[in-house]
């Protein structure tokens, strides 16, 4: 991804949340070292919604869960703010204690959690002296393995932390998300058509329980120029069983197949997958090289459902397949509005999606359609900038609004600052540099399609 936009989400990344090129590096050669069982050539993107900033969404997992039944499943309090399960997901989690210990260090797995889609595998590492460096969890060579038959996966995520001061215990969660293609043990795709047609969910078509096998003879990430001493070597060999049963029972698959021709002749959401941890949108889309196709989700309480990533599967011949997962924290919920919106890469500045930027008081927006986001109040901290805003409808709160000084430098929010929107607050967004003393114009890089939005009764 080359334009200027994801330049600058990678520039504004923090080193805390590794997202530098150790984990881009490392997906790449876990990717380049499977056994191909994909048509050569084809284009895969991940995406944390339309902007397209492969690097997030390789590099961090936004969790938010409650601390109880955090202690009760294996994952510990302090990792509570990075997960974003929702109320029920114990409905498809399993505690596990399978222990493996090789050259002084314990590995220990916790706990996995499996929805349809997103495994996740929360873990424990241990050792009396302290680590020299995160002793991070991702397996290259993990498969599936269902009877005689197996797929290999990779690592989309993970996140973790040490426990203690002295760096001797750490905690962990890696994630692999599981669609259609994982579960393809034919390994055979002789055509773009099958090729895109991995990219789904298909919940009740899994086997019953299958094995998460991998084994690793280090542990830790962009270790490549470290000297031998430094490395974390050993033999760590694990085989998880997982059960989909209970991801088949507690999850909702809403068939919509709704065409949206003003957008495109291929455009259209096909279903929504609604599941104890996630929401996942699965629809059709044409790439555009200016911009990117998504949607936005709000529950009928009018709380704006947070876009948690996803990925799009390119066809050159054809629509491409859009999978994308939002949080599912209200289990209350009766129906859903479905926002279709375009993220523009090189946004242009007019009338309609900007405004002079107002520092000391409220600022309007537009967003299109008499709609607008408004800016309530302004703080200046620490050398950042604080922005609380909200709007009576739907917005992509990834990437809402970018501001531009006389110079024409871009100014966009921080990603792992950012607070979302609940129902009784504003969200807030957190950007660098003290914006409060200068002219600036406040516009938004998305186009919104209010006119095609549409609501789901989710309780039939």
């Excluded at 202690?71 to 109320?87: A, C, D, M, R, V």
């Excluded at 498969?143 to 290999?152: L, M, R, T, Y």
């Excluded at 690592?155 to 599981?178: A, I, M, Q, R």
Aim: glycine fraction near 6%; hydrophobic fraction near 35%; charged fraction near 25%.
């Amino acid at each position: 991804m080359t334009d200027h936009f994801d330049k600058k989400v990678k520039e504004m990344v923090k080193d805390d949340y590794m997202i530098s090129e150790q984990l881009e590096n490392k997906i790449n050669e876990t990717l380049a070292n499977l056994p191909s069982h994909k048509m050569h050539g084809k284009k895969k993107r991940m995406i944390i919604s339309t902007a397209a900033a492969a690097i997030l969404v390789l590099s961090m997992v936004t969790f938010r869960m409650n601390p109880s039944l955090a202690q009760n499943i294996g994952i510990p309090t302090y990792l509570e703010k990075f997960l974003s399960l929702g109320n029920d997901y114990e409905k498809v989690s399993l505690q596990t204690s399978e222990v493996q210990e090789s050259q002084g260090v314990k590995l220990t797995i916790t706990n996995t959690i499996f929805d349809g889609y997103y495994l996740l595998v929360s873990y424990k590492a241990e050792q009396k002296d302290p680590f020299k460096h995160k002793p991070i969890l991702f397996p290259q060579n993990a498969k599936i393995v269902a009877g005689d038959k197996e797929s290999f996966v990779s690592v989309s995520n993970e996140y973790g932390d040490f426990e203690d001061k002295n760096n001797t215990v750490y905690n962990g969660v890696t994630v692999f998300p599981l669609n259609n293609g994982s579960f393809d043990f034919n390994h055979e795709i002789d055509s773009e058509e099958k090729f895109i047609e991995e990219n789904k969910l298909d919940i009740f078509n899994l086997p019953k329980t299958f094995h998460l096998q991998f084994n690793l003879e280090e542990l830790g990430l962009g270790l490549e120029n470290e000297s031998e001493n430094n490395k974390i070597k050993g033999n760590w060999e694990f085989d998880l069983p997982i059960e989909t049963v209970k991801a088949m029972e507690n999850s909702k698959v809403i068939d919509l197949n709704k065409n949206i021709p003003e957008l495109g002749n291929n455009v259209q959401v096909e279903k929504l997958v609604i599941t104890p941890i996630r929401i996942y949108l699965q629809g059709l889309q044409e790439e555009k090289n200016s911009s990117n196709l998504d949607y936005v989700i709000k529950d009928d309480s009018g709380e704006t459902k947070t876009n948690l990533g996803g990925s799009v599967y390119v066809n050159d011949n054809g629509p491409d397949r859009l999978l994308s997962n939002y949080e599912n924290n209200n289990p209350l919920m009766k129906s859903l509005t479905i926002v279709p919106f375009e993220y523009h890469k090189e946004p242009q500045i007019t009338a309609e999606n900007s405004t002079k930027f107002n520092a000391s008081g409220k600022t309007n927006l537009p967003i299109g359609k008499g709609n607008y986001i408004t800016i309530t109040n302004v703080e200046e901290k620490d050398g950042k900038t604080y922005l609380s805003y909200h709007a009576d409808v739907p917005v992509y709160e990834y990437m809402p609004f970018i501001i531009r000084d006389k110079e024409g430098k871009d100014y966009y929010r921080i990603y792992e600052k950012n607070v979302p929107s609940t129902v009784n607050s504003d969200a807030i967004a957190v950007m660098d540099g003290n914006l409060m003393d200068d002219d600036y114009t406040i516009f938004s890089p998305n186009t919104y399609y209010f006119d095609q939005a549409f609501t789901i009764d989710i309780t039939k």
